[in-house]
């Protein structure tokens, strides 16, 4: 199995409600990572997990808030989001975190009003 | 700080025609450099990426890259584009776990 998945692939929520997002892989992989990609733009790194430890958060808004429950899975949960944050949101895995390719989830579309 | 360029927005080819879409870094250390593509509404593919050793790296689809160190280049080619190569390139480095993507390349491939 060579594949990240990701769960919803949409998700429209208010300011005023908390989701999750949710992220898996069975590949073994021991890094686990969150990006923010606005339309055309670059991923932004937001959080980078080593096993299952958070290894890297750049700054992220509080009200984001990432949960490595265990080598396979990763969250994101969600609250008070400003429509700003309306994004693709991308999880990645790779072997290990420094020298190894990211292989990239499909994203949540994820629209706050 | 590390920093990706890619000084192309768009690079537009006819279809059998060579491509390269061009990629440059900076970093203190040695780099470890990706090339990753994107099509639209979906994640991110990797294509293939430099470590260490022979400076012509082969990768997917028949993508190959050159590392160049003294002018501190990637730059992605492939001999002949295919209509199905358009698509968002980004290059990317990773140091100390971090990684760091050029704004992204749109190729165009014209039949």
């Known amino acids: 199995d060579t594949e990240v998945t990701q769960t919803p692939k949409h998700l429209v929520m208010g300011m005023t409600n908390k989701k999750s997002l949710k992220c898996e892989q069975h590949?073994?992989?021991?890094?686990m990572y969150w990006y923010k990609q606005k339309a055309k733009k670059p991923p932004e790194l937001m959080f980078v997990y080593s096993y299952e430890k958070l290894s890297i958060n750049e700054s992220v808004p509080s009200r984001f808030s990432p949960e490595c429950p265990n080598s396979s899975l990763l969250n994101l949960h969600l609250h008070a989001l400003q429509p700003e944050d309306s994004a693709l949101y991308l999880c990645?895995?790779?072997?290990?975190?420094?020298?190894?390719?990211?292989?990239f989830g499909p994203g949540t579309r994820l629209t706050v009003l | 700080a590390q920093s990706v360029a890619q000084p192309e927005d768009q690079v537009n080819v006819a279809e059998g025609n060579p491509l390269t879409v061009k990629c440059t870094y900076s970093?203190?250390?040695?780099?470890?450099l990706f090339w990753y593509v994107q099509y639209p509404n979906r994640g991110l593919q990797f294509l293939l990426k430099?470590?260490?050793?022979?400076?012509l790296v082969k990768g997917s689809y028949g993508f190959e890259a050159e590392f160049n160190k003294s002018q501190t280049s990637f730059h992605l080619k492939k001999p002949t584009a295919l209509v199905s190569d358009s698509a968002l390139y980004f290059c990317?480095?990773?140091?100390?776990?971090?990684?760091?993507f050029g704004d992204g390349t749109t190729l165009t491939v014209k039949p």
């Open positions: 990317a480095l990773t140091n100390a776990g971090k990684s760091t």
């Open positions: 970093v203190s250390g040695n780099p470890y």
């Open positions: 590949m073994g992989h021991r890094a």
């Open positions: 430099y470590i260490t050793g022979d400076n």
């Open positions: 990645a895995s790779s072997q290990e975190l420094r020298r190894n390719e990211q292989f």
